[in-house]
């Protein structure tokens, strides 16, 4: 069965640090991989994808995330958190088959203190 | 130009009454999915519609959810006989679709549905 797992719940991270959010995957096939980020009371707002290509994707507000197809993980990351990044992370997968739909991990919660 | 919108932004509703929830998908999107956003759950996806074709509706969770899309363009899911559990933010996505499985979802706002 296809799946995505976001191993933590929450990740708090100091302004101005590096912060990580973790994704695994399983999926049979080429997988396509997303991030999303939810604000409290909104819906989700996409931030960047894997297809094909170079294994480092560059997408929104500084955040980038890279494939590594040998982990099946794609990892989500910034070099300097801002207090404005807190907030609910989601990884997705879609792995091109008929349906189209994503499937979504739990999400992760991140949380910048200044 | 403008997004995905949903509405209400917000409904109340008493157990056993029915709901509807509708969605405009940004024009020019073929495909338009309807996912469920319970509290500590995650996104469970529920139905897809793509074009013309029939939609696929292995999502759904119960017989008492129906949803339809008309003219290609807004769509509206329903809930019948509403129930506690039903409570959760629903969420409308659509996308290009190329049926590559590389498009983009962009989301509404959602509609918080909370069944009393």
């Known amino acids: 069965a296809q799946s995505v797992a976001q191993p933590e719940d929450q990740v708090n991270v100091a302004e101005g640090n590096p912060l990580t959010v973790k994704c695994t995957y399983s999926v049979s096939g080429n997988p396509y991989l997303f991030w999303y980020v939810q604000y409290p009371n909104r819906g989700l707002q996409f931030l960047l994808k894997y297809i094909t290509g170079d294994n480092l994707v560059k997408g929104s507000y500084g955040f980038e995330a890279e494939f590594n197809k040998s982990q099946t993980s794609f990892h989500l990351k910034k070099p300097s958190a801002l207090v404005s990044d807190s907030a609910l992370y989601f990884c997705a997968v879609d792995y091109g088959g008929s349906q189209g739909n994503l499937i979504f991990g739990k999400g992760t919660k991140l949380s910048v203190k200044p | 130009g403008a997004g995905v919108s949903q509405s209400p932004s917000n409904k109340v509703t008493e157990k056993g009454k029915d709901v509807e929830l509708r969605c405009d998908p940004i024009?020019?999107?073929?495909?338009l999915y309807w996912y469920r956003q319970s509290l500590g759950q995650g996104l469970e996806f529920l139905i897809y519609f793509q074009g013309n074709s029939a939609p696929d509706k292995s999502g759904l969770p119960s017989d008492r959810f129906s949803a339809e899309r008309t003219g290609g363009s807004v769509s509206t899911l329903t809930i019948q006989r509403t129930q506690q559990e039903d409570s959760a933010v629903y969420l409308c996505a659509s996308s290009l679709q190329t049926g590559t499985g590389s498009e983009t979802q962009y989301f509404g706002p959602g509609t918080r549905l909370l069944v009393l």
């Open positions: 024009s020019g999107h073929t495909a």
